[in-house]
């Protein structure tokens, strides 16, 4: 239901806010979305997804990849927590020493 609000308001932000004619591209207002050195982390992860993206649990990712700096964002005080794919990908290439 919130998504919904979410949308509908986006919506109605871009529609008052646009331009006659002129369209820029990335101009939209979306909602939920970081940008990190300008690039757009549209994919939400649970912490399933990153233990599946990282190869291992969800218990590891809590007890060792946390404390280690593992980039995520505490979405509740019950604990939930949201990953981005690009950040870990970034997070696991810094570790490793590459580039990207």
Known sequence: MLH????LFAATWNRLH???GARSEGAA???GF???DGHVTRRQLTIAEAAALLGCSAWTVRQRYLP?????????????LIFFREQIIRWIL???GGKQ
Do not use: I, M, N, Y
Not at 4 to 7: K, V
């Open 4 to 7: 919904f609000f979410e949308q």
């Open 18 to 20: 646009r331009r006659r």
């Open 29 to 31: 207002l979306d909602l």
């Open 34 to 36: 970081r940008v990190v």
């Open 68 to 80: 280690q700096g593992l980039p995520h964002l505490r979405a509740s005080t019950a604990g939930k």
């Open 94 to 96: 810094e570790r490793q």
